[in-house]
Nanobody, 114 residues
């Protein structure tokens, strides 16, 4: 079992930045992959970024603006979001995949005003 707690969301103007954090209840060193999804009102949940031993992946819509990273010592995954756009407004969820199991956080709201 892994509990995930996100923080760092909020209201920001277009062009601004936010950093989301996801703290895991146990070491993330052995977790296969961690990532961030988002879900905007009326839309499907979509993958934003993932990080695994082999590297990182990003949705085309956030490439060059968002960066995912992790700190093993703090059992934390971050999502640095720059040049935010109104279309980035969504609830952002942290996820961890370990073997056949997927774990989700409760989500943090990001609102970007124009």
């Amino acid at each position: 079992q892994v509990q995930l707690v996100e923080s760092g969301g909020g209201l920001v103007q277009a062009g601004g930045s936010l950093r989301l954090s996801c703290v895991a209840s146990r070491t993330i060193f052995s977790i296969n992959a961690m990532g961030w999804y988002r879900q905007a009102p009326g839309k499907e949940r979509e993958l934003v970024a993932t990080i695994r031993r082999g590297g990182t992946d990003y949705a085309d819509s956030v490439k060059g603006r968002f960066a995912i990273s992790r700190d093993f010592a703090k059992s934390t995954v971050y999502l640095e979001m720059n040049s935010l756009k109104p279309e980035d407004t969504a609830v952002y969820y942290c996820t961890a995949r370990n073997g056949p199991n997927n774990y989700w956080g409760q989500g943090t709201q990001v609102t970007v005003s124009s």
